[in-house]
């Protein structure tokens, strides 16, 4: 596997094991790359995951959704039109 | 109500990222600006359950993820292809490479259980910490420990990265033909 030697094995790990641990060894390693993905790849995601999410934060607040929030927020007294009857669903 | 200004200006102040939040989780800008503006309505009616100087991100991130949870179990009802729906919203504009990364990377997000994405997302993007996410998904900061690298697998799996090597030059045309081939 490509991303083998990225991991950050103990160089002497695998040389040092006698035969039959050795092909143990061989037997689990995919499945531990699997389950501890390097680093890079981490990395990776994490950068295309923020990148997606910035650019949805460059867009700012819609303008009306800004005006809903001074609406809401400026007058005396008033109470929002819709009900908040099921604010706690799926809270529990 | 005549809200402290300080109070509004930190909602409004969190809106950008609420929003984003929205839309990762739904795929739908239309439908993120729905729940963004419920979450609101709901949040400014009970402002006074907001204690300052506490987490206001936090507080409206909780809000916005319980209103999507009820409408997704609402909706999973109504509408079985929910996640096919999604996946067709992002496939708007695959003209330009670097785009049909971005537009894979989406599609790929979307396929993964709405539990493991919210807690990527929150942990990932939104940038809380793993306490704050486990409070606002309701869980136990193992769970989503577990619930972000499963997240993270799944996502190496569904975009074939093996390794580093997979991100090089010829990534953006891999994709390309991936996308061909499969739509």
Redo the contacts between chains.
Sequence with gaps: ???RK?LNEAPTAETDQPEALNAMERVTAPRRA??R??R???H???Q???????D???????T???E???R?????????A?P?K??????? | ???DPVI?DQ??AT???L???A??LCGNVDRA?DL???T???A???IDSFEPGTNMPAWLF??LR??F??EY?KRRREVEDVDGRYADTLKSHPEQTGRV??EE??TA?SRLPSDQREA??LV???GFSYEDAAAIC?CAVGTIKSRVNRA??R??DL?S???????GPDRATRAVLAGGGRN
């Design positions: 596997m490509k991303s990225t699997e389950v993905l390097g890079e790849v981490q990776r995601i994490g295309q995951l923020r990148a997606m999410y910035d949805f934060v460059r867009q700012g607040v819609p009306h959704i800004e809903l929030v001074h809401l927020t400026e007058h005396d007294g008033e109470e929002p819709d908040v099921t604010q706690d669903d799926g809270a529990a | 109500m005549k809200l509004r909602v409004l809106v950008p990222s929003r984003a939040f839309i990762s600006d963004v503006q419920e609101l309505l709901r400014l009616a009970h909780t809000i319980n209103l949870r009820s179990r990364e971005f990377f989406r997000l990527l997302i990932g993007a939104s309701g993270r697998t996502l190496a975009l990265i093996d390794s580093v090597d997979d991100f």
